[in-house]
């Protein structure tokens, strides 16, 4: 194969992911192959609705040589989904239909021993009710990892949540020196194999300034003796630091990636910087997983006004 294709998962089916996959396309040229696995019958239909033109490119589920294929029609695998209308209400009658998407996707992935992998969003409250977390757990465990990292990343900097979909109530129980360790060496790892160099590392706190004014605090028992430990191999790591202060102008140059000790703790800032400039990438998974930095939006669904940067972003940093 000349160029290793780029396999799309389209997610929650009454969402926005197929308008700013079409604006994706319309916009951007890409080098390596794309295939997007969801229903024909449904592009075709939020196409229309949309205003948007591509001619389409049946592709088998059993497809093994991809040397063929080019981005002149959009490389669709077909997989049946049942609607009454375009831009329907998110509900649990798509579950069955996303899974399977996933499904496909991962074994094209395994069977042909690819790395780049986009998925579109899901519903939380329904497809990944009773499931998992969220999609970094809930690929953890189709592929059977059980040490994943969430990286929000950009160029200029990214965030690193160390627990992701937790209530407040329970953060706290989930902080471990190992969990600490883990989490590092999957961005270390990371940011080797793709920019060659060792990031430079802000670790937070959890409590407000990281003041321990009660006896037993996070910080004295797990982040500060954790974060020594892990100077001693890098010297670039340093914190833990209130997350009031580390988003500061000053403090932003230091650092390459800022790690959290929960999801909005550091995903509140950086949307608040870059807005959709930004994308999710699960590290420690077989290969290259990115999902577009937004939700399934229903609110602007069918409204052709939904920004497609961050699956641009997501499609170019893969196509390298």
């Given at each position: 194969?000349?160029?290793?294709?780029?396999?799309i998962?389209?997610?929650?089916p009454?969402?926005?992911?197929?308008?700013?996959?079409?604006?994706?396309?319309k916009?951007?040229?890409?080098?390596?192959?794309?295939?997007?696995?969801?229903?024909?019958?449904?592009?075709q239909?939020?196409?229309?609705?949309?205003?948007?033109?591509?001619?389409?490119?049946?592709?088998?589920k059993?497809?093994?040589?991809?040397?063929?294929?080019?981005?002149?029609?959009?490389?669709?695998?077909?997989?049946?989904y049942?609607?009454?209308?375009?831009?329907?209400?998110?509900t649990?009658?798509?579950?069955?239909?996303?899974?399977?998407?996933?499904?496909?996707?991962?074994?094209?992935?395994?069977?042909?021993?690819?790395?780049?992998?986009?998925?579109?969003?899901?519903s939380?409250?329904?497809?990944?009710?009773?499931?998992?977390?969220?999609?970094?757990?809930?690929?953890?465990?189709?592929?059977?990892?059980?040490?994943?990292?969430?990286?929000?990343?950009?160029?200029?900097?990214s965030?690193?949540?160390?627990?992701?979909?937790?209530?407040l109530?329970?953060?706290?129980?989930?902080?471990?020196?190992?969990?600490?360790?883990?989490?590092?060496?999957?961005?270390?790892?990371?940011?080797?194999?793709?920019f060659?160099?060792?990031?430079?590392?802000?670790?937070?706190?959890?409590?407000?300034?990281?003041?321990?004014?009660?006896?037993?605090?996070?910080?004295?028992?797990?982040?500060?003796?954790?974060?020594?430990?892990?100077?001693?191999?890098?010297?670039?790591?340093?914190?833990p630091?209130?997350?009031?202060?580390?988003?500061?102008?000053?403090?932003?140059?230091?650092?390459?990636?800022?790690?959290g000790?929960?999801?909005?703790?550091?995903?509140s800032?950086?949307?608040?910087?870059?807005?959709?400039?930004?994308?999710?990438?699960?590290?420690?998974?077989?290969?290259?997983?990115?999902?577009?930095?937004?939700g399934?939006?229903?609110?602007?669904?069918?409204k052709?006004?939904?920004?497609?940067?961050?699956?641009?972003?997501?499609?170019?940093?893969?196509?390298?």
């Amino acid at each position: 194969m000349d160029k290793e294709p780029i396999i799309i998962v389209s997610g929650e089916p009454n969402s926005v992911f197929l308008e700013i996959f079409f604006k994706s396309l319309k916009h951007n040229t890409y080098k390596s192959p794309l295939i997007i696995v969801v229903s024909k019958k449904l592009l075709q239909e939020q196409m229309k609705k949309l205003g948007y033109v591509f001619k389409i490119n049946d592709v088998d589920k059993k497809i093994n040589d991809f040397s063929k294929l080019n981005n002149n029609k959009i490389n669709l695998i077909d997989v049946d989904y049942n609607f009454k209308k375009c831009f329907e209400k998110i509900t649990s009658k798509s579950n069955k239909y996303i899974n399977e998407t996933f499904e496909i996707a991962l074994n094209i992935i395994r069977l042909n021993n690819l790395s780049k992998f986009i998925n579109g969003p899901v519903s939380k409250k329904s497809f990944l009710k009773g499931r998992s977390l969220g999609i970094t757990e809930y690929l953890a465990k189709k592929t059977k990892k059980n040490k994943v990292a969430m990286l929000i990343f950009n160029k200029n900097l990214s965030v690193s949540p160390l627990t992701t979909h937790l209530a407040l109530k329970d953060v706290h129980k989930k902080i471990t020196k190992q969990k600490i360790y883990t989490h590092i060496n999957l961005i270390n790892n990371f940011y080797k194999r793709k920019f060659n160099k060792l990031p430079r590392i802000a670790i937070t706190g959890l409590n407000p300034h990281c003041e321990s004014n009660f006896q037993n605090s996070e910080e004295d028992r797990i982040i500060i003796p954790a974060i020594k430990k892990l100077r001693l191999k890098n010297a670039k790591i340093n914190g833990p630091f209130p997350a009031d202060t580390i988003f500061t102008k000053s403090l932003l140059k230091k650092y390459d990636v800022i790690i959290g000790m929960y999801h909005d703790q550091v995903l509140s800032p950086m949307k608040a910087l870059f807005n959709f400039d930004a994308i999710n990438i699960t590290l420690g998974l077989p290969f290259i997983r990115i999902s577009p930095d937004h939700g399934p939006n229903y609110s602007m669904v069918g409204k052709n006004l939904s920004d497609p940067q961050s699956l641009i972003q997501a499609l170019k940093f893969l196509d390298k």
